[in-house]
């Protein structure tokens, strides 16, 4: 793997646009920061946050970001890393299962309907019974009671950040076990 010095001079020219700096840039960043992605997502998705990384290092480096030429290449792989968390709030956002108990059991409805709606709510309370207590209470408290999330800490003795976490890894579990059902 190529060992490279980044210096004060390099940034001056990449903020100057000089082609052969940017495409030494493109050389040397494009494919480290293609392998951590492909580490972590699809094949599909590689590409799409490989360009959103290399075009975001642009935008910033041509803003004056960083300022020390040496700090370079962690610059790029923490906005690497920022579109990686990213990639994974959009991931997760698709995949949560919607707790709307109210909307299962509607009127005017078809039989058929009513019928899936009543597996559904049946398959739900399966689920949440293989949970933690914890995780079951936290779960119902926050998503369908819609308590305020200071009152849950406050009767669970945690911080929200805390919580925050606890209800992350809820979830997972949930999606697990319903994955399983």
Not at 59 to 77: H, K, M, N, Q, T
């Amino acid at each position: 793997m190529e060992r490279f010095t980044f210096n004060d001079e390099y940034l001056a020219r990449l903020r100057r646009r000089d082609p052969a700096a940017w495409q030494h840039f493109d050389d040397f960043f494009r494919p480290r920061v293609r392998a951590k992605f492909r580490a972590k997502f699809p094949w599909d998705m590689v590409e799409d946050l490989t360009g959103a990384t290399m075009l975001a290092a642009i935008e910033s480096i041509s803003r004056g970001e960083p300022r020390d030429a040496a700090r370079l290449a962690g610059y790029v792989f923490s906005i690497c890393h920022n579109k990686t968390l990213e990639a994974w709030r959009l991931l997760n956002k698709e995949n949560l299962i919607d707790f709307d108990f109210d909307r299962l059991t509607g009127k005017g409805r078809t039989p058929l309907q009513e019928w899936i709606n009543n597996e559904e709510v049946k398959k739900i309370r399966r689920v949440l019974t293989r949970l933690s207590s914890r995780d079951h209470d936290i779960l119902i408290c926050v998503l369908y009671d819609g308590q305020n999330r200071d009152d849950v800490c406050k009767k669970y003795g945690v911080e929200r950040d805390h919580l925050k976490m606890i209800l992350f890894h809820a979830r997972q579990r949930f999606q697990r076990e319903w994955g399983r059902d």
